[in-house]
């Protein structure tokens, strides 16, 4: 079993950044990627980052030169730093992780996922 547990989250105003974090434990040996998704209010699921267990990273266009995703094998720990926020970043922002990933082309999606952290809350105002 996997447990994950973002924090970081918080409310900034446009142009701020954010540093979010999710920490994991439990059976993380066969975990081969690990991203961030964000949900707004009353919309779906999106990819925003991933990174496979080989380094490939992935990022949603909409985010691109403005977010990095990052980890620490060591701590376990997947971080993303939010720069240049915009009220359109708003939402919770969810770890995701999984054993079985599909081949790294594109952002992440969310139906591709088994493990989920609760989210931590971005608001851009």
């Known amino acids: 079993h996997v447990q994950l547990v973002e924090s970081g989250g918080g409310s900034v105003q446009p142009g701020g950044s954010l540093t979010l974090s999710c920490v994991v434990s439990?059976?993380?040996?066969?975990?081969?990627?690990m991203g961030w998704f964000r949900q707004a209010t009353g919309k779906e699921r999106e990819g925003v980052s991933v990174?496979?267990?080989?380094?490939?990273?992935e990022y949603a266009d909409s985010v691109k030169g403005r977010f990095t995703i990052s980890r620490d094998l060591d701590k376990k720990i997947l971080y993303l730093q939010l720069n240049n926020l915009t009220p359109e970043d708003t939402g919770s922002y969810i770890c995701?992780?999984?054993?079985?990933?599909?081949?790294?082309?594109?952002?992440?999606?969310?139906?591709?996922?088994?493990?989920w952290g609760q989210g931590t809350q971005v608001t851009v105002s």
């Open positions: 995701g992780a999984e054993p079985f990933c599909p081949i790294p082309v594109g952002p992440p999606k969310a139906a591709d996922y088994r493990y």
């Open positions: 439990g059976s993380t040996r066969s975990l081969n990627c």
């Open positions: 990174v496979h267990s080989g380094g490939t990273i």
